[in-house]
């Protein structure tokens, strides 16, 4: 009989495995979002703009950092050519999803009986998100689509608690005040991911793509369609066509809805990081040249809290979303 370790080790090996190839298909629709970003679009405008800053002189820099206070809101590119172009919430992005690929390899290489380190540590995040999940989407739901929440939640914490180090979105090119110093970036070399409303996009309408190939599977495409319009209840006779016409109403306004997901689920998670992030440019730039270090340490606090809490929301978002598409008899777990 197969041991409660040895289902878990498995759980775990096949999840972060599993996640990898989650990462790489994210990153494929996010660059794909990301080309089609305002900066992308007109490179030589952003450059002539930045080119324009950097000649201004001593007097002009307090207008220049009136018209664009705290970060902005298109990720600067770093390279651009006709076939390519990679901006700074890429760079973020592509280290953070590196260094979790390695992490898990190094995690799976030589699995023990008695987990240590690495191991040790995925084993506790994959069982604790598992038992988590399990008991709001219950087994059979969590089986097929485990692999996928696990690795949004640990992928979305990851970017959120990466750009909160020192010099992501402080370090980069600017305008120069009348002292000479540089309070302002308007071009961030590195860029936190999920303040750039392409990635959060991005994350939502790649669920929105599992969500359907999940509801298509466990419904198939008649109880799908009978899920959205069916008429709901024991009528008969004139109240059952009446029923049927306001169910067929009730199924277009919640495909409205569905619809409108991916956008709900972007925006949320993009609104909660940039304000955060603002708000610790804010504070710093508060603090001044002696205390811009000690104003923010509390909003940083905050933020590793923040961080968590909308990585979690948006799983649990998607998870009760996934939920809501089972079949009937699928609901009494």
Known sequence: MMTRFSILTR???????????????????????????????????????????????ASEAPKAEQKEEGLPQAAPLLIDTKYFKFNSSMLITWIVALALMISAQIATWRMKDV???????????????????????????????????????????ALNWFSLIPGVGTIGWGVPNEAGALTHISRPLLRGPNADLNMTLAMAMLFFFFWTVWALQMNGLGGFLMHLFGPKGDTKGFMKLLIVVVFFFVGLLEIISILFRPVSLGFRLFGNIFAGENTLEAMASLGGPWCGWLLPLPFYFMELLVGFVQAMVFMLLTAVFTLLMMPEEGHGH
């Open 115 to 157: 987990p240590q380190g690495a191991q040790n540590f995925w084993e506790w995040v994959v069982e604790s998100l598992y038992s988590f999940l399990q008991g709001i989407i219950g087994p059979a739901l969590v089986r097929r689509t485990f692999w996928f929440f696990a690795t949004i939640f640990i992928f979305i914490l």
């Open 11 to 57: 759980l775990a090996r096949r999840t972060v495995r599993g996640g990898m190839l989650g990462v790489c298909a994210l990153l494929w629709v996010g660059g794909t979002v990301w080309a089609q970003a305002p900066m992308a679009a007109q490179p030589e405008i952003a450059q002539v703009a930045v080119a324009q800053e950097m000649a201004a002189p």
